[in-house]
């Protein structure tokens, strides 16, 4: 398997503008967790799926932040509308049976709102 | 809501040197506790997994033990290098997984 894969890698977007990261978790894998990685607050639980079903949003910070899981191999994350402190790196990751197996990473996309 | 400790935030040693990392966790409901490392710029590796029912697991240079009781682990790396210059990161897994904000290490050559 080719890991977690996120797209994009990276996005410049004006403030206003609607955003989608995408994720494509590791075949088989049950879970999928959404964070969101800033200097000043480190790694924060976003959104977590089981089954294609979310399960605990209470991390995402507001209105404008949404995720869905259509299907079992892909996921998004739509801010609209975007604003500057939305700027931030976001991770995507998955794991099988979560807490009994290791939860895999994606490589991350760096979002700059301006 | 579990919270998770990170203590050193950073650390600076010598090449050679043995070296600890700490995480303490609030909530001792845990399914594991997973340690990553993370590269400037870079996604998460997974470095060791341990179940809650388990007390260590060791990788190479690496041994990770589990205290759950006192809501505690440590990451021991033996024989440090300048390539383990990285940012640690532990994550307390249940049906959720929630990080520490990580140490960062530097490995003087």
């Known amino acids: 398997d080719a890991g977690v894969i996120q797209s994009p890698r990276h996005e410049v977007t004006e403030m206003g503008q609607e955003v989608t990261l995408r994720c494509k978790p590791i075949?088989?894998?049950?879970?999928l967790f959404w964070y969101r990685q800033t200097m000043m607050r480190g790694l924060e639980l976003l959104i977590y799926f089981n089954n294609n079903v979310p399960i605990d949003d209470s991390g995402m910070p507001e209105d404008r932040f949404s995720a869905k899981m259509p299907n079992a191999s892909f996921s998004t994350l739509k801010i609209q509308p975007s604003e500057p402190r939305d700027s931030a790196v976001y991770f995507c990751a998955s794991s099988f049976r979560q807490g009994r197996t290791e939860a895999f990473f994606g490589q991350g996309t760096r979002l700059t709102v301006v | 809501k579990q919270e998770v400790t990170q203590i050193p935030a950073a650390l600076s040693v010598p090449e050679g040197e043995n070296l600890v990392l700490n995480c303490s966790f609030t909530d001792s409901a845990i399914y594991n506790l997973q340690w990553f490392r993370q590269d400037p710029g870079k996604g998460l590796t997974s470095l060791l997994l341990?179940?809650?029912?388990?007390r260590e697991q060791t990788s190479g240079r690496l041994n990770a033990s589990l205290d759950k009781s006192s809501g505690r682990s440590t990451l021991y790396i033996a024989a440090s290098q300048p390539g383990d210059s990285a940012t640690y990161l532990c994550?307390?897994?249940?049906?959720?997984?929630?990080f520490g904000a990580g140490t960062r290490l530097t490995v003087k050559p």
């Open positions: 341990i179940q809650s029912s388990q």
């Open positions: 075949s088989g894998h049950d879970y």
């Open positions: 994550a307390v897994g249940n049906n959720d997984m929630r």
